[in-house]
Nanobody
Framework: QVQLVESGGGLVQPGGSLRLSCTYSGSIFKIDAMGWYRQGLGKQREMVVE???????NYADSVKGRFTISRDNAKNTVYLQMNSLKPEDTAVYYCNAHSVNYVFNYWGQGTQVTVSS
């Protein structure tokens, strides 16, 4: 089992910044990639960004140039730095960890991000 705990969500004005954190624990050796997904009200969950165990990243077009994923293995934490936030970034953000074949697929509880003036 892998446990994921997100933090760092909140309310921010358009153009502002937030940093989300995802602290992981458990059988992390099973995991090949970690990332962030989001689900807006009435929308399907979508991938925001993923980072593989080799450090390769894959960003959704909608966040390229604004969001940055990073990981600190010493702290067992993955971060999502979000800059130039827009109202359409409003969503519940979920941390995800999975094996390459998704046999193992884990989710955090989610953290709300609201971008509004």
């Amino acid at each position: 089992q892998v446990q994921l705990v997100e933090s760092g969500g909140g309310l921010v004005q358009p153009g502002g910044s937030l940093r989300l954190s995802c602290t992981y624990s458990g059988s992390i050796f099973k995991i090949d990639a970690m990332g962030w997904y989001r689900q807006g009200l009435g929308k399907q969950r979508e991938m925001v960004v993923e980072i593989t165990s080799h450090g390769n990243t894959n960003y959704a077009d909608s966040v390229k140039g604004r969001f940055t994923i990073s990981r600190d293995n010493a702290k067992n934490t993955v971060y999502l730095q979000m800059n130039s936030l827009k109202p359409e970034d409003t969503a519940v953000y979920y941390c995800n960890a999975h094996s390459v074949n998704y046999v193992f697929n884990y989710w955090g509880q989610g953290t709300q991000v609201t971008v509004s003036s």
